[in-house]
């Protein structure tokens, strides 16, 4: 629950209590890049709901640690994984299907074990530093020789 404003923030610890939450959610604040990767790396899933149009690096953060992710279509990053079989992804404003999909992960864990592995190794395959350094020089290259 890192990065909300004020009034959202008291919104969400009050539901958090009126559903008897509090010994299963924490909220943190800002976390440093380490304390990430280490709650990545130990979470089950990891679940991002709002669309943004822009990239949205939560699963690409996650699948680096082995971790898949439950995200809504349309943002940037859910182009780079495999529904179903990376993470799980859902129309934005659909609040069932994140229910669906977070109800499924919590009740089938070694498939989420599963799809983290996959997304991992997907990550690895198709959005490593070294990828995007190639892209990017074959971009400017191509440019060059226009």
């Given at each position: 629950?890192?990065?909300?404003?004020?009034?959202?923030?008291?919104?969400?610890?009050?539901?958090?209590?009126?559903?008897?939450?509090?010994?299963?959610?924490?909220?943190?604040?800002?976390?440093?890049?380490?304390?990430?990767?280490?709650?990545?790396?130990?979470?089950?899933?990891?679940v991002?709901?709002?669309?943004?149009?822009?990239?949205?690096?939560?699963?690409?953060?996650?699948?680096?640690?082995?971790?898949?992710?439950?995200?809504?279509?349309?943002?940037g990053?859910?182009?780079?994984?495999?529904?179903?079989?990376?993470?799980?992804?859902?129309?934005?404003?659909?609040?069932?299907?994140?229910?669906?999909?977070?109800?499924?992960?919590?009740?089938?864990?070694e498939?989420?074990?599963?799809?983290?592995?996959?997304?991992?190794?997907?990550?690895?395959?198709?959005?490593?530093?070294?990828?995007?350094?190639?892209?990017?020089?074959?971009?400017?290259?191509?440019?060059?020789?226009?």
């Amino acid at each position: 629950a890192a990065g909300l404003d004020e009034a959202l923030l008291r919104e969400f610890t009050a539901e958090v209590e009126r559903r008897g939450l509090t010994d299963r959610v924490e909220i943190t604040g800002p976390l440093s890049e380490s304390e990430l990767a280490e709650r990545y790396a130990t979470a089950r899933f990891v679940v991002q709901t709002w669309h943004s149009p822009g990239f949205g690096l939560s699963p690409l953060e996650a699948a680096a640690q082995g971790t898949t992710f439950v995200i809504p279509t349309g943002q940037g990053s859910a182009e780079l994984f495999r529904d179903r079989v990376d993470g799980l992804m859902f129309p934005p404003d659909d609040a069932d299907a994140l229910h669906r999909a977070v109800a499924l992960l919590v009740s089938d864990p070694e498939r989420a074990w599963e799809m983290g592995r996959s997304a991992w190794r997907h990550a690895r395959a198709h959005a490593s530093w070294t990828l995007r350094a190639k892209e990017l020089a074959d971009a400017l290259a191509d440019a060059v020789a226009r």
